[in-house]
């Protein structure tokens, strides 16, 4: 089993549309959890860290975490052409907040 | 601020060889990490240095190296190049405060080893 597992893509949503991403992680004293963006050609780009069960809002981006199901996901509202990319999900186990441990992402189509 | 700096951004090599990438943290950031990242393993982590010791390690043979100077700048090393090493290398900053924390990744390295 991976220890960090992403909903298989690609996902294609009209525009306008919420998209959602899914994760889940092994490792029950994972604690950390961030969500991060990443353009064809370029690095990732951290979105949201989420850190407590419960839901996390920051624009139209929505971030959810329920440890006792050791699930995390991503809800992206009114979705744009501009949001297409692959999202990954990251989870730190707290040895060390330097080390990330990554899913292998899912590749986002947001169509007009 | 300036963000995380990686040199070179492009680079090709022979197989045998050896290659060494730099990288410059967000200025206040301690933590510097690197990363593999292949189509084939995705995003792997390499190790991690804070205040110059290597504070965790990632699955990877010995050819790869790294260290970190007492500004904060970080080098990693391959030795021995070998094909399957063609990959993105990313380097990424760490910011803390408060108990949560924060992640910063830079352009990356793309190596060719041919």
């Known amino acids: 089993q991976k220890e960090v597992e992403q909903n298989s893509g690609p996902l294609s949503v009209p525009e306008g549309a919420i998209a959602s991403l899914n994760c889940t992680y092994s490792?029950?004293?994972?604690?950390?959890f961030f969500w991060y963006r990443q353009y064809s050609g370029k690095s990732p780009e951290l979105i949201m860290s989420?850190?407590?069960?419960g839901d996390k809002e920051d624009g139209r981006f929505t971030a959810q975490l329920n440890k006792a199901s050791q699930y995390v996901s991503l809800l992206i509202r009114d979705s744009q052409p501009s949001d297409s990319a692959t999202y990954l999900c990251?989870?730190?186990?707290?040895?060390?907040?330097?080390?990330?441990?990554f899913g292998q992402g899912t590749i986002l189509t947001v169509h007009p | 601020k300036a963000g995380v700096t990686q040199t070179p951004r492009y680079l090709i090599k022979t197989r045998g060889q050896q290659v060494t990438l730099s990288c410059s943290p967000i200025?206040?950031?301690?933590?510097v990490s690197w990363y593999q990242q292949t189509p084939g393993q995705g995003l792997q982590f390499l190790f991690e240095y804070f205040s110059e010791t290597q504070r965790n390690k990632g699955n990877f043979p010995g050819r790869f190296s790294g260290r970190q100077f007492s500004n904060s700048r970080s080098e990693m090393n391959v030795s021995t190049l070998e094909l399957g090493d063609s990959a993105l290398y990313l380097c990424?900053?760490?910011?803390?405060?408060?108990?949560?924390?924060?992640?910063?990744f830079g352009p990356g390295t793309r190596l060719t080893v041919t």
């Open positions: 989420i850190y407590s069960n």
């Open positions: 200025s206040g950031h301690r933590s």
């Open positions: 990251a989870v730190n186990s707290g040895t060390s907040y330097g080390k990330l441990t």
């Open positions: 490792d029950r004293v994972s604690q950390s």
């Open positions: 990424a900053s760490t910011f803390l405060a408060g108990g949560s924390y924060e992640q910063y």
